[in-house]
């Protein structure tokens, strides 16, 4: 998937944006390859409907999250259609750079989750056709949760 993040400069060591119709630009991440594309905002100027026309571009580009300050209500109108979640900006000044580490590292996170719970899953699978097999066993509950 990819994730636009508002950018207020074109390397990654710039602070992201709070404004996003109005930012500089936007550094386009792909999380499956680890891309990294910079798209200047040629928006940024309108006296009107900078948000939507942002947005558009954002799409046109393949990007399925935004991540910025502040959508506004027709910009947020526009995502909701195009199916685009927004992902608010934090209030710690962290370059884009780090942004996208926050993103692998949450990334691997899910990868880890996901796998521990198939391990999880196939261990009681397995338990259950133990205890069916073995009449000491077959009238006993097992029960787990998984968090």
């Known amino acids: 998937m990819k994730v636009a993040i508002t950018s207020s400069g074109k390397e990654l060591t710039s602070l992201p944006d709070k404004r996003f119709g109005r930012c500089n630009c936007f550094v386009i991440y792909d999380t499956e390859n680890g ?3 910079v798209v200047d905002n040629p928006n940024r100027n309108h006296n009107e409907g900078a948000g939507p026309a942002a947005m ?8 399925g999250k935004i991540i910025t300050g502040h959508l506004g209500d ?3 109108s526009v995502a909701k259609r195009l199916g685009i979640m927004m992902i608010p900006l934090d209030e710690n000044n962290r370059s884009v750079e780090e942004v996208i580490q926050m993103i692998k ?6 990868h880890f989750k996901k796998s521990l719970t198939l391990i999880l ?3 009681f699978r397995f338990l259950l056709i133990k205890r069916s097999e073995n009449p000491l066993l077959s009238d006993k509950k097992i029960v787990f949760c998984i968090t």
Do not use: D, T
Not at 56 to 63: D, E, H, N, P, R
Not at 105 to 110: A, D, G, T
């Open 35 to 37: 891309s990294v594309e």
């Open 56 to 63: 558009q571009l954002i799409a046109s580009k393949g990007a």
């Open 74 to 76: 027709k910009a947020a």
């Open 105 to 110: 590292q949450n990334k691997q996170r899910v």
């Open 121 to 123: 899953l196939f261990y």
